[in-house]
């Protein structure tokens, strides 16, 4: 499904996808980024996830049609190497709480802090 409307609320840090079916989604900048389909926080295979940390401040810097298929927004960060098919943005908003709270029990299983810095070391697909 394909939003009829998309907006960048930078205050409020949401990304807010409306659709024909009278649907919205908000999405916190937050959660689109610890959960960015990228190889870089998803890694190469199950098990080499990269748990992302200290971006409850992260911004949307700007926000790329890919085709008629996905989304490929820059963060302030410099992250930029994820594409949010439309289908994965619907998944995110269907299931965000949920999602939610595995990526802070996840936190909580590694002994990371939500608002720690990341490290850059560890990463070398060369996708940065």
Not at 56 to 64: C, F, G, N, T
Not at 90 to 107: D, F
Request: glycine share 10%; hydrophobic share 30%.
């Amino acid at each position: 499904m394909i939003p009829t409307n998309i907006v960048v609320h930078q205050q409020s840090k949401v990304l807010e996808l409306s659709y024909e079916n009278g649907s919205t989604y908000r999405l916190p900048f937050e959660l689109l980024r610890v959960l960015s389909p990228s190889a870089e926080v998803q890694g190469h295979g199950p098990g080499q996830e990269t748990l992302q940390t200290g971006k409850r401040d992260v911004l949307i810097a700007s926000l790329e049609p890919v085709g008629h298929y996905a989304l490929k927004p820059s963060f302030s960060d410099g992250h930029d190497s994820g594409l949010y098919s439309w289908d994965y943005l619907q998944y995110l908003g269907e299931n965000q709480e949920e999602l939610w709270k595995e990526h802070l029990n996840k936190l909580a299983a590694a002994g990371l802090d939500r608002d720690a810095p990341m490290s850059q070391a560890g990463h070398s697909c060369g996708s940065h």
